[in-house]
Every structure is written in structure tokens, then in C-alpha cells.
T-cell receptor, first 115, second 114 residues
Framework: KAGVTQTPRYLIKTRGQQVTLSCSPI?????VSWYQQTPGQGLQFLFE???????NKGNFPGRFSGRQFSNSRSEMNVSTLELGDSALYLC??????????????FGPGTRLTVT | AQSVTQPDIHITVSEGASLELRCNYS??????LFWYVQSPGQGLQLLLK??????LVQGIKGFEAEFKRSQSSFNLRKPSVHWSDAAEYFC????????????FGDGTTLTVKP
């Protein structure tokens, strides 16, 4: 079974631009969560989508948004990029229901650099 | 609110030696607890999980962890470390009411000496 895939793997953007990251979960998984990983803040939860609905949200500004499609693929968007948005963005998928929803399988991440 | 503390930022052990990585959590109810490993340039891989029942859980790659409610701890252990175990290890807690949202510790970097 293929794992979680994230595209692109690396991205360089300029301050003020916007960016869209994509995540394809494991086949059969209906939940997709997004995390931001930085050396200073560690792993921080952004949001989680299940069956095309946002089910949980972390403490990030409204510049960070996401969506999930009917095939469970998810995208996250960051508008008006700031230098502090430079990070590794990790996507994790799970079955989404019952205890198995807590078992998350992570993709390799997208490394975003904002200059 | 739930939180996770990993007291050791960096640990160095010799190959073949035993390993224990510490994790303390704060959560009002029975937590769901996890250990993940991250190799450089990679995402996180789930090593083991605890939901309920037997407090000693076995994971992949020869790892085990013990849940101690009285100490709010979930320490990761391995009897004999291999060079390939060098990586960063994260402890995480999941909330019963928040599936899909885990709170992670800051991680412990493991260096293995030959």
C-alpha cells in the first residue's frame, strides 16, 4: 500500500506570496491532519479534515487554510507569506474513526522556505 | 489542555547499550500515547501506541514503552541500540475528544556511538 505523499517536497517563496501544498493520504484513509515543524516551535497542529469537513483546528492565523476533496486528498494554503512561515509542513493521514483515528501516518513533508 | 515534556534534548549511547527516552504528559483523563521516530529529511514513523490495557506496549524495531499513570510517564526503551536507531524521537498525546490532533513533545535526538 502506498504511503502518504506530499507535493512539492521543496518550495521557495517570497514574502507576501501565497503557496498551496498538497497531500494524498493512504488509500482508504479519510482523515488528513497538517502540522508545522520548526526548530523553535517544534511540531504544531494546524488542522484536521475528515470527509471534506474541518474537524479540528489549531492556533494559527487565518492566513493558514485548508480543504479536503472527495477523494480525501487535501491541500493547505498559506497566504501573504511571512519569513516565520518557513518550516517543514507535515501531512498525516488516518482512518479517521474509532481508536485507529489516533494512529497517524506521516508523509515526508514539504520544506517551505520564505525569503 | 494536554502537554508533553521530553526532558532530554539530546542523548548519546554506545551501540549495543540500552536506551531509555523519557516522556511526561499532562492530561486530565486517560491519555492516548504515542512514540514516533523521525530520520533526517523524513516524516514521522509511528513506533508504538498506548490506548488502554497492558501498560507495557511493544512496538516496531524492538522498541517498547511503559505507561505509568502515577508518574504521568510513557518512557521508551530498547535493550540494545543499533547505529540505525540514530534519529529524533517524539512522544505525543492524543485527546479522547480530538481525533486527528496530537500534541507532540519537543523531541529527543539520539546519537549512537560506534
Amino acid at each position: 500500500k502506498a504511503g502518504v505523499t506530499q507535493t512539492p517536497r521543496y518550495l521557495i517563496k517570497t514574502r507576501g506570496q501565497q503557496v498551496t501544498l498538497s497531500c494524498s493520504p493512504i488509500s482508504g484513509h479519510r482523515s488528513v491532519s497538517w502540522y508545522q515543524q520548526t526548530p523553535g516551535q517544534g511540531l504544531q497542529f494546524l488542522f484536521e479534515y475528515f470527509s471534506e469537513t474541518q474537524r479540528n483546528k489549531g492556533n494559527f492565523p487565518g492566513r493558514f487554510s485548508g480543504r479536503q476533496f472527495s477523494n480525501s486528498r487535501s491541500e493547505m494554503n498559506v497566504s501573504t507569506l511571512e519569513l516565520g512561515d518557513s518550516a517543514l509542513y507535515l501531512c498525516a493521514s488516518s482512518i479517521g474513526q474509532g481508536l485507529a483515528s489516533y494512529e497517524q501516518y506521516f508523509g515526508p513533508g514539504t520544506r517551505l522556505t520564505v525569503t | 489542555a494536554q502537554s508533553v515534556t521530553q526532558p532530554d534534548i539530546h542523548i548519546t549511547v554506545s551501540e549495543g547499550a540500552s536506551l531509555e527516552l523519557r516522556c511526561n504528559y499532562s492530561y486530565g483523563a486517560t491519555p492516548y500515547l504515542f512514540w514516533y521516530v523521525q530520520s533526517p529529511g523524513q516524516g514521522l514513523q509511528l513506533l508504538l501506541k498506548y490506548f488502554s490495557g497492558d501498560t507495557l506496549v511493544q512496538g516496531i524495531k524492538g522498541f517498547e514503552a511503559e505507561f505509568k499513570r502515577s508518574q504521568s510517564s510513557f518512557n521508551l526503551r530498547k535493550p540494545s541500540v543499533h547505529w540505525s536507531d540514530a534519529a529524533e524521537y517524539f512522544c505525543a498525546v492524543g485527546a479522547v475528544t480530538n481525533a486527528g490532533k496530537s500534541t507532540f513533545g519537543d523531541g529527543t535526538t539520539l546519537t549512537v556511538k560506534p
